[in-house]
């Protein structure tokens, strides 16, 4: 065995054993509730895979970018050990567009095509309508035609045209609320993409098995951009009956993740706050007492004294 087959054999065998301590298994994860504060919301995702044995780095994807790193938690139930998390942002994978946009991209060119057959069987009526109206002429110049027979060809003369002017309002009509269709579509595909795509945000979490193993995880964080506020609706039938007041909560989120779904949980609290209640440093008073010194003035009359020992003067 020559000598660089023997370092090629074990080059390789030190490079398989390298990648496979660092298996990377992509992990699909479901939201599952949200926390929703005044500013802010929290976040928790369930995720099950299956853990071969070994050291395993699983990559939660298609994360909020926004969300405070420091918030981010990872729970797992099953026989493995939790390394490491850590979060990263893949700027080399824009954000998937959110199925809405999708469907309506869709059902947008669906519309179109609707609509270029329309124009198309729009166009067949108008050459037929003007084919009969080259063709109203019956019989020959030096031949006449009898009264039945005139009357037979006005019918369907009459007939025919009737059903072409028809076909040509029923085929407008359709083009019209096609073209309503797709400008509603436009609207709404607008106000979708007004929101910049942002770099795919992801939770590396790194697990240990010593055996092949079925897993479950929960991954919670905080997210920005989202919130609620309060409204009131009053209502009252005459000023002789009782006011109906109606409490609202208006929830708004703009993370890059759909809440679609989700279980939601309203919130007056503020996370961003420590949990840890303050310690007030005590204050250490001293008493004295120093006999009182008289200055100009009449004793008890406007006269001003000072007592020491507790840093204060006082005005007699």
């Given at each position: 065995m020559s000598k660089n087959y023997l370092f090629s054999l074990v080059l390789l065998v030190f490079v398989q054993s390298l990648f496979g301590q660092n298996k990377k298994q992509p992990i699909a994860s479901t939201i599952q509730k949200v926390t929703v504060f005044l500013n802010g919301g929290q976040v928790t995702?369930?995720?099950?895979?299956?853990?071969?044995?070994?050291?395993?780095?699983?990559?939660?994807?298609?994360?909020?970018?926004?969300?405070?790193?420091?918030?981010?938690?990872?729970?797992?139930?099953?026989?493995?050990?939790?390394?490491?998390?850590?979060?990263?942002l893949?700027?080399?994978?824009?954000?998937?567009?959110?199925?809405?946009?999708?469907?309506?991209?869709?059902?947008?060119?669906?519309?179109?095509?609707?609509?270029?057959?329309?124009?198309?069987?729009?166009?067949?009526?108008?050459?037929?309508?003007?084919?009969?109206?080259?063709?109203?002429?019956?019989?020959?110049?030096?031949?006449?035609?009898?009264?039945?027979?005139?009357?037979?060809?006005?019918?369907?003369?009459?007939?025919?045209?009737?059903?072409?002017?028809?076909?040509?309002?029923?085929?407008n009509k359709n083009i019209a609320r096609i073209d309503s269709t797709v400008q509603k579509i436009s609207k709404q595909l607008v106000a979708l993409h007004q929101r910049k795509d942002l770099a795919t945000s992801e939770v590396l979490v790194a697990v240990s098995a010593k055996a092949a193993t079925d897993a479950s995880f929960e991954l919670s964080y905080f997210v920005?951009?989202?919130?609620?506020?309060?409204?009131y609706d009053l209502r009252v039938e005459d000023v002789s009956s009782p006011i109906d007041l109606s409490f609202k909560a208006n929830v708004f989120q703009s993370s890059g993740e759909d809440w679609k779904d989700v279980k939601l949980t309203l919130s007056n609290g503020d996370p961003t706050l420590s949990g840890v209640a303050r310690e007030l440093p005590p204050w250490y008073l001293r008493f004295g007492y120093i006999a009182p010194t008289a200055y100009q003035g009449r004793a008890g009359i406007g006269g001003i004294h000072e007592v020491s020992g507790c840093g204060a003067s006082q005005h007699w």
């Open positions: 995702r369930l995720a099950k895979t299956s853990l071969p044995a070994g050291k395993t780095e699983l990559v939660f994807k298609d994360i909020s970018p926004n969300i405070d790193r420091q918030s981010i938690q990872v729970k797992g139930d099953g026989p493995f050990t939790i390394l490491s998390v850590v979060h990263q893949n700027h080399l994978e824009e954000q998937v567009r959110r199925e809405e946009i999708t469907q309506l991209e869709t059902e947008k060119s669906q519309q179109l095509e609707a609509r270029n057959v329309q124009q198309a069987m729009l166009t067949v009526y108008q050459q037929v309508k003007a084919m009969l109206e080259k063709n109203q002429s019956v019989g020959g110049a030096n031949t006449g035609v009898s009264t039945a027979e005139l009357r037979l060809a006005v019918e369907y003369q009459r007939q025919q045209m009737t059903d072409v002017l028809l076909k040509q309002l029923e085929t920005k951009d989202a919130g609620w506020f309060a409204s």
